[in-house]
């Protein structure tokens, strides 16, 4: 009896971890670890499972250039670094602006990253970048590189994914995503449907569309139609 007991509460225990594993999962659906059951919209994709510990301390090129007072010019930074680098001015809090910078420097690497290694990665930015090796080597793991330096497809989605959830902290989960667009070099209209597919809504501000991330999380299904 007592045994029987134990194995139960084994089962009970895995099965939890089982649900804890599927409630923040990654590439199941080829998106960035998120949690389903996030009632805050900076929980619903962890910044620490996108960001990992040891990394933060290779993310300080754009702070250290703010406080230097250098400028940030699109031949060397996304679109979307430029329009928003001059936030750390407005944030008092030394380890907040240390993140804010933190996650900029990550969207860069990323960028430039995929203008490498896909047919687009012909640009002297995109060879002139300066991708730390701890990036580098996660980065041609988790986007599987190929024998010929490309991105797969699929997981081309996967990184945009990964860039799209840090716009999302960057803006404080209203973003406007017309930049990125240009920086990722999509279709305004196909960078809509990728942040939908993210759980993202959208609403319209002062005549601008933009991304917000309603909690919790809840994913578009396709429907499939009847075979009649």
Known sequence: MQQNMEQKLKEIKINTQALEAIASTSNARNTPPYDLEATAAHK?????????????????????????????????YPTFVCNRVHQLETIKDESKKRKMAGILSYMTHLIRFKDRHTMDGVSSTSKRHKLPTILSHR??????????????????????SYVLVLS????????DPSDLAKDLRINPLTLRSHYEYLGCKFVRENHILLATLPVPLEFQTIKRKRRR
């Open 168 to 175: 999302l902290f960057v803006d404080g989960f209203r973003s």
């Open 44 to 76: 619903a994709y962890p910044l620490d499972k996108i960001i990992l510990k040891g990394e933060w301390d290779y993310l300080v090129d754009i702070l250290e250039l703010a406080h230097a007072g250098s400028q940030f010019t699109p031949d060397l």
């Open 139 to 160: 980065f041609s793991s988790m986007f599987d590189i190929t024998n010929n330096n490309r991105i797969p497809d699929e997981k081309q989605k996967l990184l945009i």
